[in-house]
């Protein structure tokens, strides 16, 4: 699946025309004359479209991720496009929430001469595709992996996401004080690498508290009957349980939960701060508890406008994903603005130099391990919405 989304009846050609002129100016390495401007900052322009390629799962087990993600960008880049100096081609293709499918679309983008790659959706499908990217030496801005070690992979990758080490942490804590929790039972996904590494930075959570962890149960990203496991988890008798999974097994085991009578609190990672979550779990979902790199509460100016835009463009609320993908395309503008050139080496530059800019995830630096800092947040379910915990 492709869309390209300024110039939907040109589809993919607008970016091979981009790629064409690359081409016969420097070459497939990114390296384009038309792609340097003049002036800097709000009065810098580029003449030549820029061509940003965007890997996400609109299909398979991380598609509502992957929607949100679309629509983020989508929105970023059409606001961007209305200013003056600077347009962006913004292609998005489906990597099928499948790490084979997400390696050929980096490799599309690498070969087309794409100035900067976002995605792909899952850590999975990163710790993969993101490798050709770094061999070609193309920027890669993820915007949704949360594993350890996504960095690590080379000095062309960034993210505006914030780790599970970073955001469950905070969580744990704030359940434990807020719930007085003493026994647990923590569950998780074993065949992603998002959900175990948010499990493995759950448990080393739990350890460094006085909580004891009673059982620890696992599951697939395909499950959706949860009813033998949390059987088990119940006859714990446990103070909460904690849950590292993809939003597609949060419904149902949530769901499953309370129709067995299991009230304790619930406590979710990452992949449970989505309002599809409320929609589809409804009065089961109140209560349960997320750690978050974002809070639609906020009210700064940036967020405010954000939620405005997204529900005129949309008729919805935007969830995280949309929210991360909105500031990575803003991100990235502000890369290609600071030097004033869409060239890969100048975007991997500015995207470097991120320093407290002001965003919908709040002020956001990348630091020299090329990840992204901000504040996060611990949200609870409370009348169908997420609300700030404490």
Same mark, same amino acid.
């Given at each position: 699946?492709?869309?390209?989304?300024?110039?939907?009846?040109?589809?993919?050609g607008?970016?091979?025309?981009?790629?064409?002129?690359c081409g016969?100016?420097g070459?497939?390495?990114?390296?384009?004359?038309?792609?340097?401007?003049?002036?800097?900052?709000?009065?810098?322009?580029?003449?030549?479209?820029?061509?940003?390629?965007?890997?996400?799962?609109?299909?398979?087990?991380?598609?509502?991720?992957?929607?949100?993600?679309?629509?983020?960008?989508?929105?970023?880049?059409k606001?961007?496009n209305?200013?003056?100096g600077v347009t962006?081609?913004?292609?998005?293709e489906?990597?099928?929430?499948?790490?084979?499918?997400?390696?050929s679309v980096?490799e599309?983008?690498?070969?087309?001469?794409?100035?900067?790659i976002?995605?792909?959706t899952?850590?999975?499908?990163?710790?993969?595709?993101?490798?050709i990217?770094q061999?070609?030496?193309?920027p890669v801005l993820?915007?949704?992996?949360?594993?350890?070690g996504? =960095?690590?992979?080379? +000095?062309? !990758? @960034?993210?505006?996401? %914030?780790t &599970?080490?970073?955001?469950?942490?905070? /969580?744990v804590?704030?359940?434990?004080?807020?719930?007085?929790?003493e026994?647990?039972?923590?569950m998780?996904?074993n065949?992603?690498?998002f959900?175990?590494?948010?499990y493995e930075?759950?448990?080393?959570?739990?350890?460094?508290?006085?909580?004891?962890?009673?059982?620890?149960?696992?599951?697939?990203?395909?499950?959706?009957?949860?009813?033998?496991?949390?059987?088990?988890?119940? =006859?714990?008798?446990? +103070?909460? !349980? @904690?849950?590292?999974? %993809?939003? &597609?097994a949060?419904i149902p085991?949530? /769901?499953?939960?309370?129709?067995?009578?299991?009230?304790?609190?619930?406590i979710?990672?990452n992949?449970?701060?989505n309002?599809?979550l409320?929609a589809?779990a409804?009065?089961?979902a109140?209560g349960?508890?997320?750690?978050a790199a974002?809070?639609?509460?906020?009210d700064?100016?940036?967020?405010?406008?954000?939620?405005?835009?997204?529900?005129?463009?949309?008729?919805?609320q935007?969830d995280?994903?949309?929210?991360?993908a909105?500031?990575?395309?803003?991100l990235?503008?502000?890369?290609v603005?600071?030097?004033?050139?869409a060239?890969?080496?100048?975007?991997?530059e500015?995207?470097?130099?991120?320093?407290?800019?002001?965003?919908?995830?709040?002020t956001i630096s990348?630091?020299e391990?090329?990840?992204?800092?901000?504040?996060?947040?611990?949200?609870?379910?409370k009348?169908?919405e997420?609300?700030?915990?404490?």
């Amino acid at each position: 699946m492709r869309t390209s989304l300024f110039t939907m009846s040109a589809a993919a050609g607008a970016l091979a025309l981009t790629l064409t002129a690359c081409g016969s100016d420097g070459g497939s390495d990114g390296s384009n004359a038309a792609l340097v401007g003049e002036g800097s900052g709000d009065s810098c322009v580029i003449d030549a479209e820029v061509p940003v390629g965007a890997a996400l799962s609109l299909t398979g087990a991380a598609a509502s991720y992957g929607e949100s993600q679309r629509n983020g960008l989508e929105l970023a880049a059409k606001e961007l496009n209305a200013k003056d100096g600077v347009t962006y081609d913004l292609t998005v293709e489906d990597d099928q929430t499948d790490p084979k499918q997400g390696i050929s679309v980096f490799e599309g983008f690498v070969n087309d001469g794409a100035s900067v790659i976002i995605g792909p959706t899952l850590s999975n499908t990163a710790f993969q595709a993101q490798p050709i990217a770094q061999e070609e030496s193309v920027p890669v801005l993820a915007i949704s992996n949360t594993a350890d070690g996504i =960095t690590e992979q080379g +000095d062309y !990758i @960034f993210r505006d996401s %914030l780790t &599970e080490s970073q955001v469950i942490p905070q /969580t744990v804590t704030t359940a434990i004080e807020e719930y007085d929790l003493e026994d647990v039972v923590v569950m998780y996904s074993n065949d992603d690498a998002f959900t175990e590494s948010g499990y493995e930075v759950m448990s080393s959570a739990l350890e460094d508290s006085d909580t004891e962890v009673t059982d620890t149960l696992t599951f697939s990203t395909t499950d959706t009957d949860f009813r033998a496991l949390l059987t088990e988890a119940k =006859t714990s008798n446990p +103070d909460a !349980i @904690f849950v590292s999974g %993809l939003i &597609e097994a949060a419904i149902p085991l949530v /769901t499953q939960a309370r129709e067995l009578g299991i009230d304790v609190p619930i406590i979710g990672g990452n992949g449970f701060n989505n309002p599809q979550l409320m929609a589809d779990a409804g009065e089961a979902a109140e209560g349960v508890v997320v750690g978050a790199a974002w809070n639609s509460a906020s009210d700064n100016p940036q967020n405010a406008d954000f939620l405005e835009a997204y529900e005129k463009e949309y008729d919805s609320q935007p969830d995280q994903f949309a929210a991360q993908a909105y500031t990575g395309m803003m991100l990235i503008d502000s890369a290609v603005r600071s030097g004033c050139s869409a060239e890969r080496d100048a975007i991997k530059e500015g995207l470097g130099s991120i320093s407290e800019v002001e965003s919908v995830l709040g002020t956001i630096s990348i630091n020299e391990d090329r990840d992204a800092e901000h504040e996060a947040v611990v949200q609870v379910v409370k009348d169908g919405e997420f609300t700030v915990l404490k």
